[in-house]
């Protein structure tokens, strides 16, 4: 089992920034590729980033690539989600994943791939 805990949303103006961070337990995260989905009100969970076990490669969703990193520490058994440049469109709970049965270097954007789910951070954007 793995337990993974978000934190660091809040409300933040358009154009500013916040990092999210999402600590796991029960099992060391160096194997497994991690992604950050959301869900913005009213509408479908969907893929925002995702990383590979040892961080050499990422993929983000058209809307928030420039925006947004993805990072990890294996030592600190973290995942994190930088996210700048920050629009109102933005506002949703977001979620970390872990993957835990892909190959390496395998990233997947269908969050049918990931096994393992915190229980979310709620982020809002004010215009």
């Known amino acids: 089992q793995v337990q993974l805990v978000e934190s660091g949303g809040g409300l933040v103006r358009a154009g500013g920034s916040l990092r999210l961070s999402c600590a796991a337990s029960?099992?060391?995260?160096?194997?497994?590729?991690m992604g950050w989905f959301r869900r913005a009100p009213g509408k479908e969970r969907e893929f925002v980033a995702a990383?590979?076990?040892?961080?050499?490669?990422?993929y983000y969703t058209d809307s928030v690539r420039g925006r947004f990193t993805i990072s990890r520490d294996n030592v600190k058994n973290m995942v994190y989600l930088q996210m700048s440049e920050m629009k109102p469109e933005d506002t949703a709970f977001y979620y970390c994943?872990?993957?835990?049965?892909?190959?390496?270097?395998?990233?997947?954007?269908?969050?049918?791939?990931?096994?393992?789910w915190g229980q979310g951070t709620q982020v809002t954007v004010s215009s």
């Open positions: 994943a872990a993957d835990i049965n892909s190959a390496a270097n395998a990233l997947h954007t269908n969050s049918a791939a990931y096994d393992f």
């Open positions: 029960g099992r060391r995260l160096s194997s497994y590729a």
């Open positions: 990383i590979t076990y040892n961080g050499a490669y990422t």
